[in-house]
């Protein structure tokens, strides 16, 4: 049974930065993309990154490249989010994900932008 929890969300001032992280079992992780995944209060899920399984190839949404960086630690079956420069429309619940629609995600972890 595949389980994938988020960790790491919190309140933060603009510019400010958090790391999440997403403990995951029950599947191959090293051999599986992973992504990540969020959604704002009132709107729907929207992609934010991916990673390729040996961690050489990584994507971001435009709004996020240059300040979030995807990694993976496939020892320990672990996927983290470094999210630098924080804005407040990064407000959102953070989810990780077997697939970039979402459709397989963790319960995730809440990241507040606010002064």
């Known amino acids: 049974q595949v389980q994938l929890v988020e960790s790491g969300g919190g309140l933060v001032q603009p510019g400010g930065s958090l790391r999440l992280s997403c403990a995951t079992s029950?599947?191959?992780?090293?051999?599986?993309?992973m992504h990540w995944v969020r959604q704002a209060p009132g709107k729907g899920l929207e992609w934010v990154s991916s990673?390729?399984?040996?961690?050489?190839?990584?994507y971001y949404k435009d709004s996020v490249e240059g300040r979030f960086t995807v990694s993976r630690d496939n020892a320990k079956n672990t996927l983290y989010l470094q999210m630098n420069s924080l804005k407040s429309e990064d407000t959102a619940v953070y989810y990780c994900?077997?697939?970039?629609?979402?459709?397989?995600r963790g319960k995730g972890t809440l990241v507040t932008v606010s002064s």
């Open positions: 029950g599947f191959t992780f090293s051999s599986s993309w």
């Open positions: 990673i390729n399984y040996g961690g050489n190839y990584s």
């Open positions: 994900a077997t697939d970039s629609t979402g459709a397989e």
